[in-house]
């Protein structure tokens, strides 16, 4: 069990007579980049509030780095990062007092967060933006001042939803090359996206339909056993099967 | 701890970035003052009156000539006949007629009374009755002054009126007090909450919520500066009551900042609970100005007094924590009571602003299930 940074049985979380999640399996390796599927309303984000200790499941197991999202969410917070849908970081603060802030809140002392706020800057490249407030800088830049700071203190798993939603291709480009530099320092990484070439970058996929996960495996062991000659194929086949509608 | 003043730092800055924010927070109290100190006033100066002296005697020149130095009229017209009364009250500057009867002195001296009939134009119904009240007291003045002198038989019971701890009836000195409720709760209650609100749209909060960070730090984290602002923007109102409009300050200030900051906290929690109820920053923003601003206003005894309110409303308004910072307020400033005589109230204060923070901390934990 040592190895599995995410494992989940029968998660299952239901909103009145709605069954959001509807028990999930899941394994997630260490140091892997997971790639999280499925169509919108599938059901997704419910599972990923679970699994970060935003939402407690309605039935079913699941164990965080180890720990169990029932009785240890507070350990599984300080081994988690988390990089939400939305844009969220500051737009009146600038770069600096961002990271100085989050860093904060993960509990950096003075020291580390130092350290930390020359070595982000540095890696994100955004030593011309050091003074200029988040607000006023290009999306893209943003989503991976974001996706540093996430991982400001160095988490043993990075959650990112949708991180690279309406950013254009050669800055996404870039931001799948920090997650794989991520995922070799050994920090799983677990993802949601709608881009389907972007699932083919992922070590492993499942596909969520109708809050159930349908299929998971390696990309290329997906496409065999779907017979597809890409992920969009077979994501397209499940989807198809869906019942619940858009949104 | 770093997490904590982080929290700090970074609300500062942000208050301090947004022009809209400052704008409220240190424009308003002082806009709020100026206004309510200058245009709304209960006393009146200067209101125009009339007389109509159908006797012509000593006694009523004397009484005509007090009414038109008084600081409170300004006399305007003789009338000669009843018929002219409603035409001048048509015409609309005239307030008051002041009729004295025929033979008012002679009367006076051998009667032992002779009657004075005052008709105001009620259109205006709280004008009328201040005018009408200012013109009773001049004539008792007036009667005292002549029993006093033994020129007129000695007529009955007087009353000896005294008006303690505010003997000029200045509005201000009424007004201040709740001026401070109701800035401390715009400023603690809508500005909270609206600040919270808008980090859960913008979705910070989410962020801070999957973060170690405990979520009652993120209130104290989120509240504290608005507690000092607070702070500094009662020590503000009470520098311009004192220099500008010479309100007395005859309690203890160490004793007045103690209830303030009970008061704040107060608002505060209740500026959470809204934030937890609130998904956006438009519903924070009503709800904050509906449910707690015009409760403030209008219930708490700050303009309308609670005493002449209908009872079921006189119940509700055990419930808003302005009623009863207000009478601590009035109490401190005015009558200069402490604690021993203010117990009730403040007990009353404290038991509202912990049930809130009760209220707000639940509420915001269930956020997190």
Known sequence: ?247 | MNAFMGFVVKEFKQIYRDTRTLVVLFGMPIIMLTLFGFAIRNEVSNAKIGVLDLSKDEVTRELIQKLSVSKAFELNAYLDNYDQIEEVFKQGEIKEVVVFENNFANKLVKEGKADVQVITDATDPNLANIVQSYTGAIIRDYVQEINDNGVAVKAGIQPSVQMMYNPELKSVNLFVPGLIAVILMLISALMTSISITREKEMGNMEILLVSPLKPHYIIIGKVIPYLLLSVVNVITILVLAKFIFNVPFNGSYGFFFFESILFIVTALALGVFISSVAQNQQTAMMASLAGLLLPTVLLSGFIFPVESMPLPLQVVSNIIPAKWFLIIVRSIMLKGSGLLFLWKETLILAFIALAFIALSLKKFKVRLQ
């Open chain 1, 1 to 247: 069990m040592s190895e599995l940074a995410i494992s989940a049985k029968g998660l299952t979380r239901i909103f009145g007579d709605f069954t959001a999640v509807d028990h999930i399996d899941l394994d997630v390796k260490k140091g892997e980049i997971f790639g999280f599927l499925g169509a919108n309303g599938a059901g997704k984000t419910t599972a990923m509030k679970m699994l970060t200790g935003l939402l407690s499941p309605s039935s079913g197991e699941a164990k965080v780095s180890g720990f169990d999202v029932y009785t240890e969410a507070e350990k599984i917070k300080k081994r988690i990062g988390y990089m939400s849908q939305k844009f969220s970081l500051y737009d009146d603060l600038t770069p600096e007092e961002n990271i100085r802030f989050y860093g904060g809140v993960y509990g950096l002392n003075d020291r580390e967060l130092k350290d930390k706020k020359d070595e982000l800057i540095s890696s994100v490249g955004l030593e011309q933006f050091r003074n200029k407030q988040v607000g006023s800088l290009p999306l893209g830049w943003k989503q991976k001042l974001a996706f540093a700071i996430s991982i400001i203190h160095d988490p043993k798993i990075v959650f990112l939803d949708e991180p690279t939603g309406g950013v254009d291709p050669v800055t996404r480009r870039q931001f799948w090359e920090r997650i794989y530099e991520v995922a070799d320092s050994g920090i799983t990484v677990f993802v949601t996206t709608h881009y389907m070439d972007e699932a083919e970058y992922c070590d492993r996929v499942s596909i969520m339909v109708d809050g159930r996960i349908d299929a998971i495996d390696s990309p290329s062991g997906l496409k065999s056993s779907f017979n597809a000659s890409s992920i969009e194929e077979v994501f397209i086949s499940l989807a198809r099967s869906a019942e619940r509608g858009d949104g």
